[in-house]
């Protein structure tokens, strides 16, 4: 079983920037980002395919938000910039066992604990 932990979560007002990470504690394939905000479903944030060459991203953060891997480090990270406040949220890194890239809960295996990012109007 491969253990995911993020880190890089806070504090930031709107417009700032912040960069995710999530190390994992062996190799990992397709990678993905999630995120829940009190209250609501957990939501499809961003993938990235073993290469990196792959990526996919939700409509909500196209264009602001970054999905990049360094796979020599087992870590995957997610660049937010342009920070607005509906994009408070638990992050939670996400891992799954093909090639693929998916936007569903189930395409993915194992989870991290989860980071809080808040973001200030």
């Known amino acids: 079983q491969v253990h995911l932990v993020e880190s890089g979560g806070g504090l930031v007002q709107a417009g700032g920037s912040l960069r995710l990470s999530c190390a994992s504690s062996?190799?990992?394939?397709?990678m993905g980002w999630f995120r829940q905000a009190p209250g609501k479903e957990r939501d499809f944030v961003a993938a990235?395919?073993?290469?990196?060459?792959?990526?996919y991203y939700a409509d909500s953060v196209k264009g602001r938000f970054t999905i990049s891997r360094d796979n020599a480090k087992n870590t995957v990270y997610l660049q937010m910039n342009s920070l607005k406040p509906e994009d408070t949220a638990v992050y939670y890194c996400a891992g799954r066992y093909d090639y693929g890239l998916g936007s569903r809960l189930d395409d993915y295996a194992y989870w991290g604990q989860g980071i809080q990012v808040t973001v200030s109007s």
């Open positions: 990235i395919g073993r290469s990196g060459s792959s990526t």
């Open positions: 062996g190799r990992t394939f397709g």
